[in-house]
């Protein structure tokens, strides 16, 4: 009977996690609709575009890194729900990100997206960060994380590494001078301040202590 | 979000009507003419550029505009999005931030000061310029090194008429330009990111081409702040961060002078500039372009489409390694 309640009581509660993260994660989308509907998105929509869905992608990846140490920090075990819809919805916004530079911008005129992405390593090292998050997304089918066993978390393991990408790719698209930081440094550098600090506290001996 | 400055508040019919500043320019003109002095003034003038449009009538403001189109058929970029899409990093970083940002800049008193390798050195004030040099306009394109372009109404004077005023010596072989940095109105001066005053140069030959223009005004007004209040360079064929703002100071020199983006990252910002889609930037396309206002990427013409007027200033040059 009591275990009937707490399973219930569970189940409530990751029900309201769930509604909390899918709002959170839409609602970016919905606002960035509003925006373009509503003619807000500025003179250069497109370039508009290109860089929110990047941004939006960019913070919802470190913010699912940042669950789990969160979650043990602040002993909030609910915050585990989260960790996997915010990783979908990173991929979700890098996907549009790609649709937007390839769809509205370049009119999937495969050549030119090609000419594109072989000329600028920025884009090369983004496309491989969106390739990682496809795979990653791909196989987060819970069937698929149980046939794959152990192999599972090593493969997503590569959230980290895809989290560089993102990281280098955003510091890379900045106009400006990256060695001495000449430019609009500021929104990237923090993100990635927040995801060195993350890679930290994996590290085995930070890890014990916490 | 990025909001549309200019879309929640529209312009009135009124506010985009001459300047009074623009109207005794004309009336000191026509007064010119009846003292016949029109031919002495039509002689220095240079001899109408393919791209210049016929000069509009004064008053009518924008209406007179619409229809216009650059001499490849290119209608104009909206008024709005030429004063509400601007790179002035003197201010911001944020292009449609930058007219916001701008509005306590009265660009009043203003003088020019013209030196360096030159027989007659000479500061001009802001009227003298308006009063020795008349004013025309131009229609450019203007194409940005972050991949989007324009088209824009200009009223303004070749730089030549300028130059051929204070008389460059021998040795001069280019022209620097500087920026006003006035701290007080101008946020993004203190933000130690960019070496501020904003730097540009041409080399004299470019200089002296017809198309290289100061511009003073823009669709039949004087230039808002955002767009370099009260003088500013146009050079059409070159990538928009050449077309420096706010002028202070010209100096004729004999070496390559410095320049703000060359300084901070000379691999991605060449001294020459020239709109060229077959030298690639590591970052934005240079092949293709947005035009500001449609949906469509356009391709990149080669010098912005006035390869005609300026293809002998680089003749026997790679293109490539002088970027």
């Keep these: 009977m009591n275990q009937q309640i707490e399973d219930r009581k569970q189940e409530s509660q990751r029900f309201q996690m769930r509604v909390l993260v899918h709002f959170g994660g839409l609602l970016p989308l919905v606002l960035l609709i509003g925006s373009y509907v509503r003619d807000e998105l500025g003179f250069n929509p497109v370039e508009a575009a290109l860089q929110k869905t990047g941004q939006i992608a960019a913070v919802f990846l470190v913010l699912s890194l940042a669950i789990t140490p969160l979650r043990k920090l602040l002993k909030l075990p609910l915050l585990r729900y989260l960790r996997k819809p915010l990783g979908l919805y990173a991929a979700f916004y890098a996907a549009l990100h790609f649709l937007t530079f390839a769809w509205w911008d370049y009119g999937l005129d495969f050549g030119l997206i090609w000419a594109e992405i072989v000329a600028k390593p920025f884009i090369i090292i983004g496309a491989l960060a969106l390739l990682i998050l496809a795979v990653l997304a791909a196989t987060s089918f819970r069937s698929v994380q149980r046939k794959m066993g152990k192999k599972w978390v090593q493969l997503h393991r590569l959230t980290y590494l895809a989290a560089i990408l993102v990281i280098a790719h955003f510091l890379l698209a900045v106009k400006g001078n990256l060695l001495t930081l000449q430019g609009n440094y500021t929104f990237p550098l923090v993100l990635g301040g927040v995801l060195v600090v993350l890679l930290l506290m994996r590290l085995p001996g930070i890890r014990k202590n916490n | 979000m990025a909001k549309r400055k200019h879309g929640s508040v529209p312009l009135k019919k009124d506010e985009i009507t001459p300047k009074p500043l623009y109207d005794s320019r004309r009336k000191f003109l026509k007064q010119m003419g009846f003292l016949g002095m029109g031919a002495v003034l039509a002689s220095c003038a240079p001899a109408p550029a393919a791209t210049s449009a016929p000069p509009a009538e004064p008053t009518g403001g924008l209406a007179t505009l619409t229809g216009l189109t650059d001499e490849l058929g290119n209608p104009l970029t909206d008024y709005n999005a030429v004063t509400g899409y601007c790179n002035f990093y003197e201010f911001t970083t944020n292009k449609e931030k930058v007219d916001e940002q701008a509005e306590d800049f009265v660009p009043e008193p203003w003088s020019v000061e013209v030196g360096g390798l030159v027989n007659n050195p000479r500061t001009f004030t802001m009227s003298e310029i308006l009063e020795t040099f008349d004013q025309q306009e131009r229609i450019y394109r203007m194409r940005c090194v972050e991949g989007w372009s324009m088209v824009i109404p200009w009223l303004g004077f070749p730089l030549r008429q300028l130059l051929e005023e204070v008389e460059p010596t021998s040795e001069a072989k280019y022209v620097a330009f500087q920026t006003a940095m006035l ?141």
């Design chain 2, 183 to 323: 701290p007080d109105v101008m946020n993004g001066v203190n933000s130690m990111m960019f070496p501020f005053p904003y730097l540009e140069g041409l080399r004299l030959d470019e200089a002296l081409n017809d198309l290289s223009l100061l511009a003073t005004g823009l669709y039949h007004e004087s230039l808002p702040p955002q767009n370099g209040a009260p003088i500013r360079l146009v050079v059409p064929w070159k990538y928009g961060f050449k077309s420096i703002k706010s002028i202070v100071k010209i100096s004729l020199v004999t070496d390559q002078p410095y320049t703000m983006w060359n300084t901070i990252a000379p691999q991605e910002y060449g001294f020459y500039a020239n709109v060229n889609p077959d030298v690639d930037h590591p970052r934005w396309s240079q092949g293709t372009e947005i035009r500001i206002g449609e949906n469509q990427r356009r391709d990149t013409l080669y010098m912005n489409g006035y390869a005609d007027e300026v293809e002998y200033l680089y003749e026997g040059m790679d293109l490539a390694v002088y970027y």
